[in-house]
């Protein structure tokens, strides 16, 4: 908008248009370039994607006022000053915004949909309900999250655990408090966030409880550490989990970093059936080139297989794992969500490599769905 107006403003003469549009295109071109560098490595950390919409608009309010003196920009003025306190005219829950230098965060209560109606305080990061934890209890608000808890049943007495993907630390602070043998090291990218989990979220870390503020592939390349479980939960986007983190190469990085009996649990968002099922199809066929062994599972049984959800997929080292031969009701309710592999058609899947993983596409594709339904 800002330079068709601007040629049209400094536009005298048609026989100067030529030279008149390349002076102002190349003072747009160098502004981009600063804009990109600035905005990118300094101004986004310091000041924060919102205030720099603010300040454009107020420049731009500004700018204009400069070549229009009439009634309009009064009007302008004071919907601009007025714009940002709205919403504090309405019932508000929100509890904290912050952009960090890698989101846009915010902390609020809400009503937990499912399976209760009990209040939560939720953490969204960018679009994503990241986290979340119940007021009144320990307990962890969401449903799939407790699929966790399944290292209890695959490897009977994990002591060392790998959390990809920190979030409002509710995982790491369930397990803290139900298992004082545990120990686990979280990979939490952003800084910003663990500062949240405990101000916001009751996290306190502490000599076994590690938070580790690196990216997850990155800490995987030079880890030499063993675990007896790694449980991945990295999203950096609704719907999208980073292909880095679901690549071949990554999915052997992680296979290396587990004991012998160690168990692999994945958190996916993808159909379980449907035109948009590629990424659940191809995590299956790439988790199998590592993994002889697979299970998988679907947290909430009465939404349609058609329809986004969180699907948990367990990989272990071993062929034939000894299980134990009874569990607790709870753990027993877990199972009994299993997701049958076999009519899955999982082999119509790819093998995802750091070359070629086009989970993004996969999301893309989900997102329209999604928004259509």
């Given amino acids: 908008m800002v330079s068709p107006q601007a040629v049209r403003i400094?536009?005298?003469?048609?026989?100067?248009?030529?030279?008149?549009?390349?002076?102002?295109?190349?003072?747009?071109?160098?502004?981009?370039i600063v804009g990109t560098f600035l905005v990118g490595f300094y101004l986004m950390a310091w000041v924060g994607s919102r205030n720099i919409l603010f300040i454009l608009s107020g420049l731009s309010l500004l700018l204009a006022s400069f070549n229009y003196k009439n009634k309009d920009n009064?009007?302008?003025?004071?919907?601009?000053?007025?714009?940002?306190?709205?919403q504090s005219f309405g019932k508000n829950n929100l509890l904290k915004i912050q952009d960090t230098e890698y989101n846009s965060v915010q902390v609020f209560t809400a009503p937990h949909p499912y399976p209760t109606s009990k209040v939560c305080r939720v953490l969204k990061v960018g679009?994503?309900?990241?986290?979340?934890?119940?007021?009144?209890?320990?307990?962890?608000?969401?449903?799939?999250?407790?699929?966790?808890?399944?290292i209890y049943y695959f490897n009977q007495k994990p002591t060392k655990t790998l959390l990809i993907g920190g979030g409002a630390y509710s995982?790491?602070?369930?397990?803290?408090?139900?298992?004082?043998?545990?120990?686990m090291d979280i990979l939490e990218i952003d800084p910003?966030?663990?500062?949240?989990?405990?101000?916001?979220f009751n996290f306190n870390p502490e000599e076994r409880i590690v938070p580790i503020h690196e990216d997850g592939r990155t800490f995987l390349n030079h880890n030499n550490k063993k675990y007896d479980a790694v449980m991945c939960d990295a999203y950096h986007s609704l719907f999208n989990i980073p292909f880095h983190l679901v690549s071949l190469e990554a999915i052997e990085k992680m296979s290396d970093a587990l004991n012998p009996n160690g168990?692999?649990?994945?958190?996916?968002?993808?159909?379980?059936?449907?035109p948009n099922r590629d990424l659940v199809h191809s995590m299956v066929k790439t988790c199998g080139e590592v993994f002889p062994y697979i299970r998988a599972f679907k947290p909430r049984l009465e939404v349609p297989d058609e329809r986004v959800q969180n699907i948990i997929l367990v990989c272990m080292k071993t062929k034939n794992p000894v299980l134990p031969g009874s569990a607790s009701n709870e753990i027993n309710e877990m199972l009994a969500k299993e997701i049958n592999l076999k009519n899955l058609g999982w082999e119509n899947g790819i093998v995802l490599k750091d070359d070629y993983a086009p989970v993004e596409h996969y999301a893309e594709k989900m997102l329209g769905s999604y928004f259509q339904r």
């Fill in 10 to 32: 400094r536009m005298t003469d048609l026989k100067t248009s030529g030279s008149t549009i390349g002076r102002l295109y190349a003072l747009s071109s160098l502004g981009s």
């Fill in 74 to 86: 009064f009007f302008a003025l004071i919907l601009f000053i007025v714009a940002p306190f709205v």
């Fill in 127 to 150: 679009n994503e309900y990241s986290s979340g934890m119940f007021l009144d209890s320990d307990s962890l608000a969401f449903q799939y999250s407790k699929f966790y808890k399944l």
């Fill in 171 to 183: 995982v790491p602070k369930y397990f803290q408090k139900t298992n004082p043998n545990l120990s």
């Fill in 192 to 200: 910003a966030l663990t500062q949240i989990a405990q101000a916001k």
């Fill in 263 to 274: 168990v692999l649990i994945v958190n996916l968002l993808s159909p379980i059936k449907g």
